[in-house]
C-alpha cells in the first residue's frame, strides 16, 4: 500500500520544521517520535542529520516504515511498543496528532518529560477547539480536542516551558471542516468497531491512502499561498490545530 501527504499533515509540517530551524537546528540530535504513522516527518528529521527512535503501535505502520526507511539502519530504530514503556533518554521528542488519543494525556506528557535530557525539547501537535468536534474525532478515536490556555497549562504542569505555539491550518483546513464532517458521517456509518484503540491504530495509516492518488494536486507547491495566508496568521488562534514547542525545565 502507498500513502501521500494529507493538507493537514502539508500544513503542519512547515510550521514545524521553522520551529526547527530557528530554536534547535542542525545539530547532531536523538530523537523519538510518537505515532510516527507513515513516516512524512520522519523524513526531514533524517534529512536533519538527527538519529533515533521511531514508535508506532499499528502493525500496519511498522511494516510500512520498515519499508520506508530500509536504507537508515543505522540512524533510525524502528519499534512497535507502547511509548509508557520506553526508557532512552533523547533531545527531542516529537508527538503530532496523537496527544489527543490518550485518556490521560497529564500522565503521557510526564512520561515525555521524562525521556528528555535537561533541556531537550517536546515537538507537538493536536486538534484545537471543542467547538470543532465532529464525526471526524469519534472515527479517529480522539478523546478531545483542546482550548489553547488548556493545552500550555498541561505542557506547563508536566514539566516544560512554552518556546512558542502556533495555530496551523488557517485559512484552508476551516474551510474543508464542512466537508471533513460530512465524509467522517458517512464513514461513521460504516464503522463496526468503535474501540479507541482500534480507531487509533488505523488514524494513522488510513487517512492518508487516498492522498496517494492526489499527490499531484496536493503538495506544497500548490498550497503555497496558503501556507503563505497560514504563515501570516499563525500567531493568531484562528486554525484548526495547534503546534508547540515546549522545553523541559
Same mark, same amino acid.
Given at each position: ?19 526547527? #530551524? ?6 547532531? #540530535? =536523538? *530523537? ?14 533524517? =534529512? ?20 520506508? *526507511? ?15 514503556? /520506553?526508557?532512552?533518554?533523547?533531545? /527531542? ?27 531537550? *525539547? ?13 464525526? $471526524? ?6 478523546? =478531545?480536542?483542546?482550548?489553547? @490556555? ?31 464532517? *460530512? /465524509? ?26 487516498? $492522498?496517494?492518488?492526489? #499527490? ?13 495566508? @497560514? ?6 488562534? =484562528?486554525?484548526?490545530?495547534? /503546534? ?6
Amino acid at each position: 500500500m502507498k500513502y501521500g501527504k494529507t493538507p493537514g499533515f502539508i500544513l503542519r509540517s512547515v510550521c514545524a520544521e521553522d520551529l526547527l #530551524k530557528k530554536y534547535i537546528g542542525d545539530k547532531k #540530535k =536523538r *530523537f523519538i517520535e510518537i505515532g510516527s504513522g507513515t513516516g512524512d516527518f520522519l523524513e526531514i528529521l533524517l =534529512r536533519y542529520n538527527y538519529s533515533g527512535l521511531a514508535v508506532d503501535f499499528s502493525s500496519e505502520a511498522i511494516e510500512y516504515l520498515k519499508r520506508r *526507511f530500509k536504507d537508515y539502519k543505522n540512524s533510525l530504530k524502528i519499534i512497535k511498543k507502547d511509548f509508557f514503556l /520506553i526508557n532512552e533518554k533523547v533531545d /527531542i521528542i516529537i508527538m503530532f496528532e496523537v496527544i489527543e488519543h490518550i485518556k490521560d494525556d497529564t500522565k503521557a506528557l510526564k512520561k515525555i518529560c521524562s525521556l528528555l535530557n535537561y533541556g531537550g *525539547f517536546l515537538l507537538l501537535s493536536t486538534p484545537s477547539k471543542m467547538k470543532n468536534w465532529s464525526y $471526524f474525532d469519534i472515527i479517529n478515536g480522539h478523546y =478531545r480536542r483542546y482550548e489553547k @490556555q488548556e493545552l500550555i497549562q498541561k505542557i506547563k504542569e508536566a514539566g516544560f516551558s512554552i518556546v512558542e505555539i502556533y495555530s496551523y491550518g488557517w485559512p484552508l483546513l476551516n474551510n474543508l471542516l464542512f466537508v471533513n464532517k *460530512f /465524509i467522517s458521517k458517512i464513514r461513521f456509518g460504516k464503522i463496526k468497531n468503535n474501540d479507541k484503540k482500534y480507531l487509533t491504530k488505523k488514524s494513522g495509516v488510513s487517512n492518508h491512502k487516498i $492522498f496517494y492518488f492526489l #499527490k499531484f494536486l496536493i503538495n506544497k507547491y500548490v498550497l503555497a499561498p496558503f501556507i503563505l495566508l @497560514q504563515n501570516i496568521s499563525c500567531k493568531n488562534d =484562528r486554525g484548526t490545530g495547534y /503546534i508547540v514547542l515546549a522545553k523541559k525545565k
